[in-house]
């Protein structure tokens, strides 16, 4: 019966319980740049490149990570992250670089979805 209960609970679990955390998405993707500083990317942990992004806030960091800004593709250049993982990605950093940020929430998210289509409009 135990093993039923912990079958049923795994496959009953939401959608963004199975999502990557900030960090794994730091790690399989933007560590690749965010890394090294590569192409001008702020190098993760440095509170001086990223103060003043901190300070920008998560309204503006979210949406450019979701569609991209200079040399840094969308999503980071990998398609597969959902809207999720991309903003607990851009948390992870900017909490890295001295920012208190928490968990995103589903409003949050939606919102940061919003901001960068209409970006894309324009």
């Not at 300070?55 to 250049?77: C, F, S, W």
Request: hydrophobic fraction near 40%; include cysteine.
């Amino acid at each position: 019966m135990r093993f039923f209960a912990l079958l049923l609970a795994t496959v009953c679990l939401p959608a963004a319980a199975q999502e990557k955390s900030g960090a794994e998405v730091y790690e399989t993707t933007c560590s690749q740049c965010h890394g090294n500083g590569k192409d001008g990317a702020p190098v993760f942990g440095n509170r001086k490149q990223w103060g003043k992004l901190v300070r920008e806030g998560l309204n503006d960091l979210v949406p450019t990570a979701l569609i991209g800004i200079r040399k840094m593709p969308a999503r980071g250049g990998n398609p597969a992250l959902s809207d999720g993982e991309v903003a607990r990605a851009v948390i992870h950093m900017a909490n890295a670089g001295g920012g208190q940020f928490p968990e995103p929430t589903p409003a949050d998210i939606n919102r940061w979805r919003q901001k960068a289509d209409q970006r894309l409009r324009k």
